[in-house]
């Protein structure tokens, strides 16, 4: 099972700009759909934005859409999510999620799919 670990979070004012990474040990991030999902404390995990490990194909929330970019190196095994323009509502736990890419696109923002996850790491976005 591929190992997760995140990093990149952290506190800033609304209209700022963060960056997160993940890091993916033990398989190549080519096989797999990794992905990003946020939690709020009494919420269910929800899907942000994911990238399809054999063609790049990217998936957004439409909560998301023209704000962040998710991107992978993938020879540096590692992905990427670029966050603009950030809102309060974007305050949350932001876990990195990896699944063996399984083809049915409409499941790749759906956390209940991904059985591979990072520690998370806490993005506060203040007014």
């Known amino acids: 099972q591929v190992q997760l670990v995140e990093s990149g979070g952290g506190a800033v004012q609304t209209g700022g700009s963060l960056r997160l990474s993940c890091v993916l040990s033990g398989y190549p991030v080519r096989n797999y759909v990794p992905g990003w999902f946020r939690q709020v404390p009494g919420e269910e995990r929800a899907g942000v934005s994911s990238?399809?490990?054999?063609?790049?194909?990217?998936y957004y929330a439409d909560s998301v859409k023209g704000r962040f970019i998710i991107s992978k190196d993938n020879a540096k095994n590692t992905v990427y999510l670029q966050m603009n323009s950030l809102k309060p509502e974007d305050t949350a736990i932001y876990y990195c999620?990896?699944?063996?890419?399984?083809?049915?696109?409409?499941?790749?923002?759906?956390?209940?799919?991904?059985?591979?996850w990072g520690q998370g790491t806490q993005v506060t976005v203040s007014s």
């Open positions: 990238i399809a490990g054999s063609d790049g194909s990217t």
């Open positions: 999620g990896a699944e063996p890419e399984f083809g049915w696109v409409a499941g790749y923002l759906m956390p209940q799919l991904f059985n591979s």
